[in-house]
């Protein structure tokens, strides 16, 4: 089932992403067993109490207690799969990682806003530079980045998102003013971005942008990133209605080698070191 359903979603491009698809593939499978146990159960009730057969109302019901017997064993097994699958699988696949430090791992903030999606990455010392209210301007420094301090030497993007591959990249997702979803299709990520909070996501890329556009080359999905620069390949998607401008909120996402990666960085540091900061918003 999950080969099959494979056919039908984007390519896989992260190195957890089977696992989504894994689990997508058995949830079909249990919704194809009880479509098939309650249709057979709904054409046996309709031939087994058609009113040829039962000309007279029975007010008195069921008198046993298998129907309870049912539920009980229904909310064990639910009980079961939550306690016992659910949350130990959470905890193994998302808590670890996102607590854990991993060395060499990419950590980058992604702060959403109608209608973009605004990117932070730490400078060469490694530090998230504060961010402060009064120092907003949606024109030059929509974050409000501080440049003083850890702040001096950060990068910052609009829209555009730059990552190595085979390397985690740790994200953490928040919001300027409504909820936005910020969503990865080839990465299998999708996350809520809500004001007030910074939730961490974690993947790995496996796949650089080069090698996604030829996986794609002639099919319908290059349809969405024809004729846009600097794209990277992979499109970040909002997925949460956000606004009247929700429909052209999104951005790119560019996987380089790690050599392309060190580069672009060095380039961004070489930017900010002769002209300041660059809003990045006539690059797409």
Known sequence: MTEFLQGFMPVLASEMGHLGDNLNGLVHWLMIVLFVGWGSFFIYTLFRFRSSKNPKANYHGITNHYSSYTEAGVVLIEALLLVGFAIPGYYAVKY??????IPNQIEVRIVAQQFAWNIHYPGADGMFGTTRIHLVDEETNPLGLDRNGYGADDITTINQLHLP?????????????????FSLPEMRVKQDAVPGMQIPIYFTPTMTSVDFLKEV????????????????????????LCGNSHYKMRGFM??????????????QAEYLDSEGEDDWDDEW
């Open 217 to 240: 080359e002639g099919s319908p999905r290059i349809g969405y990133i024809e004729g846009v620069p600097t794209s990277g390949g992979y499109e970040i998607a909002c997925a949460q």
């Open 165 to 181: 591959v085979d390397k985690m990249a740790k994200l953490y997702i928040s919001s300027k003013d409504v909820i936005h979803s």
């Open 96 to 101: 670890d990682k996102i607590s854990d430090v």
């Open 254 to 267: 560019t996987v380089h080698t790690e050599k392309e990666y060190e580069e672009w960085l060095i380039e």
